[in-house]
């Protein structure tokens, strides 16, 4: 079934001269990493294509490759092919619903249709790990850069295999490339994971002054002016989210920033336990079970949020 459908996409990606790759706003490195590792694997098996990897650009992810930019879409001969993302607005680099031919690739439950092919496999750790997947079951090439990038993905993603879903085949799959193409995993450990001091500063910040509720809720509302005196902006400060795994006291955790161009609140949520996308998704948001987003315009709203995700909590501790 699986192989079929992998097979599928290969059989359009050969079909089509012009590919253009794209993922979701505020990108992570599993959105980066695999739209720069799937552009460099059609080139790679076939050098007459043109393939574009688009979106912003961010400065953090430089490691991971260079991201192009269009000014004339080819419409109606090309293929898009979304990564990463469930949503339609967002989509970061073009305005999908112009495009006749689309492939959906992602690993977040299903939001709505992009109206073409779509293959959602929830139980991947990463979309790095299904483009590996759709390399390894089709005539799609791999080499050593290509690896690293994927490799990236997945370990971000994953948070160094410590986030379901993360299961035997993917530490097999991550093995077999390590072995092939020797990757030194230190170096691309650092690669991810190096940062500025200001960075760790600022998550002192953050972990002294995060409020914790009694049935088990953490959350803080990071003002910009704040973020910017540790010199780092909204969407590292709060990518940093994840750091704050495993800490006893709290089941639930929230990282609220500023959005002033939007004038929006753009909160991160995380669990350990409590499912979180359900509540997410009453707030113009979603993603996976215990790894959510959402946004929303008014402090009320806000309010309203944190006191619907402190109730999860206290259910929660009740079982
Ligand atoms: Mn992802």
Redesign the pocket.
Known sequence: MKKEALKRIYNEIKKYNTIYIVR?IGP?P??VA?EIALKDSILYTFNTKKVYALGTGVSKFKYIGKLDKINNFDYENSLVIT??VPNISRIDGLELQKFKHVIKI???PFVESFKGIEYIDEKSS???EIILDLINNTKLKLNKEISSNLLI?IIS?SNRFMFSPCDDKVLVKVADLIKKYKINMQELYSRIYMRPMSEVRLMGYIASNLKVTKNKLAYIILENDIVSSFNADASSASNMINDFNNIEEFVVWLFVTKDIKNDLFKINIRSRGPIINEIASHYHGGGHKYSSGARVKTEEELNNLINDLDNLCKNYNKD
């Open positions: 979701h992570d599993d959105a695999s990564l990463d992602d690993h977040h990463s979309t790095c993905g993603d």
